[in-house]
């Protein structure tokens, strides 16, 4: 859609309704807004837009697109299946409390999302200011409660999960289930026995980890991505530490090891498959296809979850393998070419 505004001092304008063919050189997205520029030239002949001429399309949730590729590789096609797939859009709702901070996250099979932060200033507890605690921590409560009936659909995700480092989120528990009983909230009362309570050191989205750690939260979401990530990346940790000649990352020697046909477990990010460098992206893709037809398991970790950012900060490529390579945990490899 474009407008097109006509001179003169009586200014009007029309909308012109038109499909454009743009040949793709820059592309941003906009996690907050849901939405995804492209930029790059037309390559439509019309009267509106000039051929060759650079033109940014914007696209958002339900409107459609068309991709032209020349390859698509397996990378692709199992990423855009995910992302298609409405059951895979949220594993997991959670909301991390504390004494008044509150943040509303969705968890899904490709970003984690924060749907809502709740900030209050609370006042002491003590004296005469104990009546204002009070009432700021039902409006608190209540703000919490609303962004939890308004975002969370029991449909779609799995459980809902109440965690935090104190009492807040037991006190916060019993507020939302009086809550959604006075006000009707039928999809909240048929599934409260899918809400848990858990530990977590901050109301913060990075602690999203002790949560999906939790063996009641993973025995609900055992299946899902969010939750096979983050125990990957859990024994990947535990056989560094227990035995380091099963375990390496950094891309030169991830790559060595899958040479001598040594990996079990593959653990990339997806930050990988984005290089512009072609050769790098085909040789991670052909990795994961090879690691996988050996019998092993490839995992690609999204950059949007706390996990992804975890592996990211020990260069993005890891591996756990199948026997021990001693020579290979003390030799220095060149890194990979650029």
């Keep these: 859609m474009m407008d097109a505004r006509a001179g003169g001092s009586s200014a009007s304008s ?5 499909t454009l063919r743009v040949r793709c050189e820059n592309v941003e997205y906009d996690a907050e807004g849901s939405t995804i520029r492209v930029k790059g030239r037309n390559q439509t002949e019309c009267e509106e837009v000039k051929l060759n001429a650079y033109h940014t399309v914007e696209f958002g949730i339900g409107r459609a697109v068309k991709i032209d590729k020349a390859e698509w590789d397996c990378v692709d096609v199992k990423r855009l ?14 909301v991390l409390i504390t004494e008044g901070l509150a943040n509303l996250v969705l968890v899904g099979a490709t970003q984690t999302m924060v749907k809502a932060k709740i900030e209050t200033s609370m006042p002491r507890k003590r004296g005469m200011a104990l009546m204002g605690y009070e009432k700021a921590e039902l409006k608190f409560y209540r703000a919490a409660a609303n962004a939890v009936e308004r975002h969370v659909d029991f449909e779609r995700v799995k459980c809902l999960v109440i965690a935090g480092p104190g009492f807040t989120k037991d006190s916060f528990y019993e507020f939302l289930k009086t809550e959604a009983v006075k ?14 309570k858990a530990h977590a050191s901050s109301a913060y989205a990075h602690s999203l980890n002790e949560v999906l750690e939790n063996p009641t939260v993973r025995a609900l979401i055992s299946d899902t991505k969010a939750a096979s990530e983050v ?15 099963r375990a390496f990352y950094g891309p030169a020697h991830v790559v060595a090891a899958h040479e001598l046909n040594a990996i079990d477990k593959l653990l990339l990010t997806d930050a990988l498959f984005r290089t512009r460098n072609v ?60």
């Excluded at 890891?318 to 290979?328: E, G, K, T």
């Design 183 to 196: 006000n009707g909230w039928k999809p909240l009362q048929s599934n409260f026995n899918r809400i848990i």
């Design 279 to 338: 050769g790098q992206r085909k040789m991670w893709v052909r990795m994961t296809e090879e690691v996988t037809k050996s019998g092993g398991t490839v995992h690609i970790f999204s950059s949007a979850h706390a996990s992804g950012d975890q592996l990211e900060q020990i260069t993005g490529a890891a591996a756990i393998l199948r026997f021990p390579l001693p020579d290979l945990a003390d030799a220095e490899l060149a890194p990979l070419p650029e």
């Design 81 to 94: 299946e995910e992302a298609a797939d409405p059951s895979l859009s949220a594993d997991l709702a959670a």
């Design 231 to 245: 125990k990957a990346l859990d024994d990947f940790f535990e056989m560094l530490a227990n035995d380091p000649t």
């Design 14 to 18: 029309k909308v012109v309704k038109l």
